[in-house]
Structure formats: C-alpha cells, structure tokens
C-alpha cells in the first residue's frame, strides 16, 4: 500500500469493514444493488498523512441528488456569514479588483454573503443540486470537480483570485498536488488558499470514528498540510482551530516565501508532537478506542431493546453511516431516524436500511431514547429540543463516550 500523498509506503491502522456510500440514502427498491466498499484506515509515517485505502468514485458521491445541504443547521449559516464579513474586512478591501473562488460551494452558504457585497465569485460544485440551490440564492456556479482542467477554464474569462476558500471539502479530493497544482495556476502572486476540515487531533481525543467515511479520503493535520503542499511550493502561514464539525482546523497557505510565518503554525506542530499525531502508536490506541465505543453502544442499545424502551435517531447524518454499518445497528435497535432535510425524507439509511422520517415526525412522536448523530450540532439542537428533556426523553451520545443525558445528568 502506497501513500495517495508521497508514495511511500503505508502503515494499516484499522478496518471498519464493508460500508456503503455515507450519504447514499436509499429507497426500497434500491437495496438489491446497493454499493458497498471496504472502508480501511492507514497512515504514512513518512509525510503524516491519515487516509483511506480505497475510496469510491466521485462520481457515486457527488451528483444530480447529493444529500447534505449546508444550510440546514442555523449555527453552519451564522458560522459562514461570519467567514464572509472576516474575508471581507481583512482580505477584500479593494472589492472592484477583487475575485473570491470557493471549492465545494454546496448551497451558497458562504458565497451568498460575498455576492450579496457585490463581489466577483466563482463557486466550483459538482452536485449540480446544491448548485442549482446556490444559484437561486444569487451565487455565480459551475457544476464541476475542481481540477486543473476547471481551473484552466476559468481562466478563460477570469482574473486571479485573491482567497481561494475550501470548506469540508478538501479532505473529499484523492489528488491533492492536482488541487495545489490549479491553486498555483488560480492564484494572484500574493494571494491565499484558505481550507478546513475536520482536524485529526479532534477525532483521536475524542475517539470520534464517526468523520471516517468515504468523502473523508483525508483527515488532516498541520504536519501533514505543510508536508504534501510543501511538495507544490505553498506553504502554511497561519492556522486557526474551530469548533465547527466536532473540531476543525482552518489552514492558511501562501505561495511559498510570500507571508510571514504566524506563530500559530509552530505552536499547532509542537502541540501535534505532544499528542502523538506523527506517532503510529497513537492510532493503536485509536483503534482499541473504537472498539471500545462500539461495544459500549451496542450493549446499550440491546439493554434498552431487553427492557421494552423506543430508540430513534436524531438525524440521518453521513458520519451516522459509518457508526450503524460499523456497529451492526438496524431498524431492530433503532425504529427511525429523523431528519430535517427533505431529499431524504421515505428513504433508508444506507447499508443499515432504517427508515429515514421527517423533523416533523420526531416532535408528535414520544420516543424513550434518541441517539444524537449530529453530535457536532449539539448545541444547536440542545437549545431547540429541550422539551425533549423535560418530558422525560433521553439523549443518548457517543462521542467521546457512550452515555445517557437525560433532565437529571444533564447541565
Ligand atoms: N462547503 C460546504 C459543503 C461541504 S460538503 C460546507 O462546509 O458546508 C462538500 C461539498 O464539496 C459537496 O457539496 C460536494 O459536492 C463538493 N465537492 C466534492 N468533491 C469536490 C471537488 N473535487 N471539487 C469541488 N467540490 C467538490
Ligand atoms: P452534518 O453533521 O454533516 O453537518 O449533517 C447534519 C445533518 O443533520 C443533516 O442531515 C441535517 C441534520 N440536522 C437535523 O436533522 N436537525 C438539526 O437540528 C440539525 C442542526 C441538523
Ligand atoms: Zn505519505
């Protein structure tokens, strides 16, 4: 096994057996032909990278009916609006010049805000249904992978840009030096390349295996990010951790040599070194952790099914796809899982085939449990479903531990 980074050899962490495509919901008639693939984890001592072995085609995850929609947690939309107006004060100041591109636009949820100032913009989305949303909210789109080949494209009719922004979306592209390559190509001479992802750090502390799926070819770290875009000549200049999606890190880059280097980029690496993430053993104790959680959920999950109690899902995320197939939960642990997006509305988990019901379903409805999968929205729902608690319902969470909150445990 060779690394997708510098082609050096690859050190096998762990596998979590065969999965289908995490955001593959499903309707009835498509079990029989459901894809599935092995979902094997392995990390290059060589340039730190953490990655899949195998990844399905692109094509199969994003497409004409791709399901996650950004904009439908409150706090994602506050969070984006907030990138926008930081872009804005600090990098855009002279707008009639400026060019701002974002890879994997989804529905606007960022770009929106940028276009509402009446700044030139280009977003790069390959599901043509969330780009068509985007467009409706008066953001520039074109429906494609980014790769050299948009990139020369959009040369064509464009300027350089000053901020090329990814975000959860980089760690979904196999080919990093392609990215860096048309990042080299896009950019103005002193402009940025600005991404985040789900950090690496995050999910080994927290044990939150849950971010492994097939989108996530990656997780990153600052060591990793400096080491396969230092192979493209750019170079981290400043990175920002954030609480969005369990814990992210923002990466800053720059041409090499064209940004002073903030101290923020050595502290990040000094603290990596201090929690292991450039050490295999980290991921041994990271698989043994894994292992734990899953009999920990199961256990509990059958006591409850023994004891007569009613178990849903609070919603039908992609990372829950990785913990029902994993974890061998189907609709005889779990009845439904609800969701606030309507594309999946009537349809199955994939792999695990529970039924997918709307938000509206979970409110007249009086289940005993309710299994948070959107766990890095807890706050959000929290705050919106503390009847829930009142009346008696209880949380059951996963990440770091499994556990139950319920009015009496919970502060
Ligand atoms: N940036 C949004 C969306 C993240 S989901 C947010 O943070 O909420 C990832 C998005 O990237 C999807 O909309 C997917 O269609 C898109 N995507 C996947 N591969 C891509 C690629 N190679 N180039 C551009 N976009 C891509
Ligand atoms: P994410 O964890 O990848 O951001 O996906 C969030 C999913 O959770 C998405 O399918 C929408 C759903 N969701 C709800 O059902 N209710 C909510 O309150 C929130 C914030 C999200
Ligand atoms: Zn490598």
């Known amino acids: 096994m060779k690394c997708r980074v510098c082609s050096k050899n690859i050190e096998s962490i762990m596998s979590f057996g065969s999965m289908p495509i995490a955001n593959g919901f499903l309707s009835l008639d498509k079990f029989k032909n459901e894809y599935f693939f092995e979902l094997n984890t392995a990390f290059c001592m060589n340039c730190k990278m953490f990655q899949l072995v195998d990844q399905p085609d692109p094509k199969m995850m994003f497409h004409d009916s791709y399901a996650f929609f950004s904009s439908t947690s409150r706090k994602m939309e506050e969070y984006f609006k907030n990138v926008a107006e930081h872009f804005m004060n600090n990098y855009l100041r002279n707008t009639e010049n400026a060019f701002v591109i974002e890879i994997g636009c989804n529905d606007g949820i960022m770009l929106k805000h940028i276009s509402n100032r009446g700044i030139k913009h280009l977003g790069i989305e390959p599901s043509s249904n969330v780009a068509e949303v985007a467009k409706q909210n008066g953001v520039n789109a074109i429906t494609s992978f980014f790769n050299e080949e948009t990139a020369a494209y959009i040369l064509e009719s464009n300027n350089h840009a000053d901020i090329i922004f990814a975000a959860n979306v980089m760690c979904h592209i196999p080919d990093i030096h392609s990215v860096a390559r048309s990042v080299n190509l896009l950019l103005k001479e002193n402009g940025i390349f600005v991404f985040e992802d789900p950090y690496l750090g995050d999910v080994l502390q927290k044990t939150s295996y849950d971010q492994i799926y097939d989108e996530h070819v990656y997780l990153f770290s600052v060591h990793s990010i400096t080491n396969a875009f230092g192979l493209n000549n ?50 041994q104790k990271f698989k043994l952790n894994c292992e734990q959680n899953k009999n920990d959920l199961i256990k509990l999950l059958n006591k409850l099914k023994e004891d007569g109690k009613r178990v849903v899902g609070y919603a039908a995320t992609s990372k829950s796809t990785t913990i029902l197939n994993y974890c061998g939960i189907d609709s005889s642990l779990i009845e439904y899982i609800s969701d606030t997006t309507p594309i999946k509305y009537g349809k199955f988990t994939p792999g695990s085939h529970i039924p997918v019901k709307s938000y509206e379903e979970f409110k007249k409805d009086k289940p005993d449990y309710a299994v948070l999968f959107a766990w890095n929205h807890s706050n959000e729902i929290f705050e919106k479903e503390c009847d829930f608690l009142k009346n008696g319902g209880n949380w059951i969470v996963f990440v770091p531990e499994v556990k139950i909150l319920n009015k009496e445990t919970y502060s």
């Open 234 to 283: 750019l170079e981290v200049f400043h990175v920002e951790p954030q609480l969005t999606h369990g814990g992210s890190m923002r990466y800053y880059l720059c041409r090499r040599g064209s940004k002073d280097i903030n101290i923020s980029v050595t502290k990040q690496l000094k603290k990596e070194k201090e929690l292991g993430l450039d050490k295999f053993q980290t991921f």
